[in-house]
């Protein structure tokens, strides 16, 4: 198996889905040795936040390299969606949580919850009054609504999505074909993170903005779903100072307190200035292109390069 196919395997499909704490932890373990086995260091940090309802939920990023001593850091998120079925429309750089985005992914749920009660009421119950409790209606009644309330337990926050090859797994195959093209001196210039929450509020940025004072004075490249065309889009605030020859910078900022970022993706920008990914968040979300990864890998790899040579100059 070459080397693109093996990563699509261990990071789109094995390890493709990560929602939960368990997956996200089992998917961190594993890119944290290979990342290692590439000659980085890699720091995994938990961060617990009190939601309103009185539990805790947890979030983690994973620091790769010197984030102190580098002079570029290149951040994307790691974890996954729900399923919205490709109704329910995902732009890049947009990863604030969606009540539509939501209610759809859990429309099946419903769908269970609302036949359960007919089930019950018109058939179950009649039947349980006529035969008695200990009976099959009575029993079918007790094991159906025991199941669905496990269902809906386990699928409260919403269905996690199985394919996520565009996003947002490219942009992590990215980073590692990046990884592999550096040589030792340019591995100490760049540092990475894989940071949680990427598709609803963002609480990894938050966590990535206190880790240290020093990193308003670095540069940051920001990457969502990079495998989503042949054409990258670049995108940056006006008061970023970044500039890079050849390139023209469309408009685009983040919700984070870092001045000098640019932000990279790939697709078609419409005339709303939204970068649509495709069927992000559904089933076909399942195929990604060696050549469109690989072609961003180098032109991500220049990027990288004149950023760090216009430090020396």
């Not at 290979?34 to 979030?59: H, P």
């Not at 429309?107 to 018109?122: A, C, D, E, G, K």
């Amino acid at each position: 198996m070459d080397k693109f196919k093996d990563l699509v395997l261990r990071y789109c499909v094995i390890f493709g889905k990560r929602f939960t704490s368990k997956e996200k932890i089992t998917f961190l373990r594993v890119i944290s040795k290979e990342l290692t086995q590439l000659g980085y260091i890699v720091d995994a940090k938990l961060a617990k936040l009190k939601l309103a309802t009185r539990r805790y939920e947890n979030y983690y990023n994973a620091y790769i390299g010197n984030l102190d001593q580098a002079e570029l850091i290149i951040c994307t998120y790691y974890d996954t969606g729900i399923k919205n079925f490709n109704f329910n429309k995902k732009y890049a750089f947009t990863p604030h949580f969606s009540k539509l985005g939501y209610f759809i992914s859990i429309s099946p749920i419903i769908f269970l919850f609302i036949t359960s009660l007919v089930l019950n009421y018109w058939v179950f119950i009649p039947k349980i009054q006529s035969q008695g409790f200990f009976s099959i209606p009575g029993v079918s009644s007790i094991v159906s609504t025991i199941l669905l309330f496990f269902i809906i337990l386990k699928y409260k926050s919403g269905i996690p999505n199985q394919k996520n090859f565009v996003c947002n797994s490219s942009s992590i195959i990215t980073i590692i074909n990046l990884i592999n093209e550096l040589d030792k001196k340019e591995k100490k210039k760049i540092a990475f993170v894989l940071y949680d929450d990427g598709n609803n509020g963002q609480y990894g940025l938050k966590m990535l903005e206190s880790y240290a004072k020093q990193l308003k004075n670095k540069k940051f490249i920001f990457i969502d779903s990079i495998g989503n065309g042949d054409e990258l889009i670049y995108l940056k605030p006006e008061e970023s100072n970044i500039h890079l020859e050849n390139i023209v910078f469309k408009q685009g900022t983040m919700d984070i307190q870092f001045p000098n970022y640019i932000m990279m993706t790939s697709g078609t920008m419409d005339n709303s200035g939204k970068i649509m990914i495709n069927n992000a968040f559904s089933s076909k979300d399942n195929n990604l292109s060696e050549e469109t990864i690989n072609k961003h890998t180098q032109s991500l790899l220049n990027v990288c390069k004149s950023l760090i040579n216009s430090n020396k100059n």
